[in-house]
């Protein structure tokens, strides 16, 4: 049963970076989108972008200048940056697995969620 | 980017009711929408996906139907560990997905 469990801090100052990793157990990186998705407080799902088992990235244009996601097949992990933070990036930042099923793609696997506070 | 848009926002309902929630997309979509369920606290779990596919492992009462713009995630006879959000993901302009605001379910 492959399982997702992340981690990483939960109390940022404006303008720090934050960082999570996600590392995957139980199962392969090959063949699915690496994703990270966020949730402010009492709102809606925001996608913010994936990564493949090669390290292919794609980012929202809306944090695309302060994003990065990287790969480290070695470990089975993935991870998410971003950097200057601000309040409005305070959120409960999900990794999900992306799957494909004849071209459609779906979130069907969450790992349990971190929640980040960006407070001074 | 394409948005999604679901009604209501808020719905009251019984044990045992019939419940529709809606989802309205910007632009036709095809089938590329999927449905998931949020508990307080908890993950989106994913329920439908391709608008009607259901995932494995979540009970047949559950439903998805609808392409181009307009979809539907029905419930046939709610339980009580139905009362949850819900929200309705378009995946045809991938990678950029976009989700719904979400509908929440409450008990009447």
């Known amino acids: 049963q492959v399982q997702l469990q992340q981690w990483g801090a939960g109390l940022l100052k404006p303008s720090e970076t934050l960082s999570l990793t996600c590392a995957v157990y139980g199962g392969s990186l090959s063949g699915y989108s690496w994703t990270w998705i966020r949730q402010p407080p009492g709102k809606g799902l925001e996608w913010i972008g994936e990564i493949n088992h090669s390290g292919e990235t794609n980012y929202n244009p809306s944090v695309k200048s302060r994003v990065t996601i990287l790969v480290d097949t070695s470990k089975n992990q993935f991870s998410l940056r971003l950097s200057s933070v601000t309040a409005a990036d305070t959120a409960v930042y999900y990794c999900?697995?992306?799957?494909?099923?004849?071209?459609?793609?779906?979130?069907?696997?969450w790992g349990r969620g971190t929640l980040v506070t960006v407070s001074s | 980017d394409i948005q999604m848009t679901q009604s209501p926002s808020s719905l009251s309902a019984s044990v045992g009711d019939r419940v529709t929630i809606t989802c309205r997309a910007s632009q036709d979509i095809s089938t590329y929408l999927n449905w998931y369920q949020q508990k307080p606290g908890k993950a989106p779990k994913l329920l439908i996906y391709a608008a009607s596919s259901l995932q494995s492992g979540v009970p047949s009462r559950f439903s998805g139907s609808g392409s181009g713009t307009d979809f539907t995630l029905t419930i046939s006879s709610l339980q009580p560990e139905d009362f949850a959000s819900y929200y309705c993901?378009?995946?045809?302009?991938?990678?950029?997905?976009?989700f719904g605001q979400g509908t929440k379910l409450q008990i009447k």
């Open positions: 993901q378009q995946s045809y302009s991938t990678p950029l997905y976009t």
């Open positions: 999900v697995r992306g799957q494909s099923s004849w071209n459609h793609w779906y979130f069907d696997l």
